[in-house]
């Protein structure tokens, strides 16, 4: 074909084999295209031209999947949800799975699956503000807009996931442009903004080591590292205990319980509790399987 043909000319959709024009397709690796209806499953975030055919094939089921997690576990349950109305963007933080939704008040991609992510798959998470370049001279900037940009931890560990500071993150599987959020634009609106971020700092553990007026002196960090210790110990004695007896520890059901809770105790300690959401996050996805 014609380098016209190939620019104007109908091309078919390599994943289902609908015949699309120019305006209704994407191009993905290896000179294939995938038509408009297949785009509305991939994620609005995903560079798609970076992926071949199997690649966006497993993209899609894995949105699906997430898609799963939201209508099984988190539509109904209770979130943080910021800006409590959303006017452009939003993020819906669900604690209790350790998942986030991006809300948005219109969906003008036609996606069909949610943007469904896992707290520890967040890289980094800052506030953005543009401004309206003045129409006259000597006139101050305008208020344009303001939200939230959020990093996903890359799938290669050489390709940015380097970067983050938390060995306990886990890669999104695909690489993603960085999420802009919107969240308003208008200064009349309130910012939510601060609150979002503040959010994202509690999970992640950002001021755990300082001291709130209501801990009794102890920072989160300090409790954590107390339950680990406490949890060691509780578990060092059991292991004491049934040696003296001429037990064999493996067959004690107690003694593994206290393992378990003391490995999940040192785990919490070494990763700024952020290994809690994990967790949420691992036991969502095995009860959607
Ligand atoms: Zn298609």
């Not at 209806?37 to 894995?62: G, M, P, Q």
């Not at 506030?127 to 001279?137: A, H, R, V």
């Not at 339950?227 to 509780?234: G, H, I, L, P």
Request: with cysteine; aromatic share 8%.
């Amino acid at each position: 074909m014609g380098f016209f043909s190939n620019l104007f000319g109908k091309q078919t959709c390599c994943l289902c084999g609908t015949e699309c024009g120019p305006l209704k397709r994407d191009k993905i690796k290896d000179k294939q295209y995938i038509c408009s209806d297949c785009t509305r499953k991939c994620s609005e975030y995903v560079k798609l031209s970076e992926l071949d055919k199997n690649a966006v094939e497993d993209h899609i089921r894995f949105m699906e999947k997430r898609e799963k997690i939201y209508q099984d576990l988190l539509q109904n349950s209770k979130c943080s949800a910021l800006p409590s109305t959303v006017r452009e963007k939003g993020i819906r933080f669900y604690d209790d799975y350790g998942f986030l939704v991006i809300a948005a008040n219109k969906n003008t991609k036609n996606k069909v699956n949610h943007e469904v992510i896992r707290y520890d798959e967040v890289m980094s998470y800052e506030m953005y503000t543009e401004m309206n370049k003045p129409t006259e001279q000597g006139k101050p900037e305008t208020f344009k807009e303001d939200g939230i940009i959020l990093k996903l931890v890359a799938p290669n560990p050489n390709m940015g996931a380097a970067d983050s500071n938390n060995k306990n993150q886990h890669p999104y599987p695909w690489n993603t442009r960085d999420i802009k959020l919107c969240f308003r634009k208008s200064e009349k609106d309130t910012n939510y903004a601060d609150n979002a971020i503040q959010h994202f700092d509690w999970i992640f553990g950002v001021h755990d080591s300082s001291k709130g007026l209501f801990n009794f002196g102890m920072s989160k960090e300090e409790k954590r590292d107390l339950q680990a210790k406490t949890d060691m110990a509780k578990l060092m004695g059991g292991v004491m205990k049934a040696a003296i007896k001429g037990e064999d520890p493996e067959g004690n059901e107690k003694l593994m319980e206290q393992m378990e809770q003391a490995q999940k105790s040192a785990d919490d300690a070494s990763s700024s509790g952020l290994a809690v959401y994990s967790r949420k996050a691992d036991e969502a996805e095995n009860q959607v399987n």
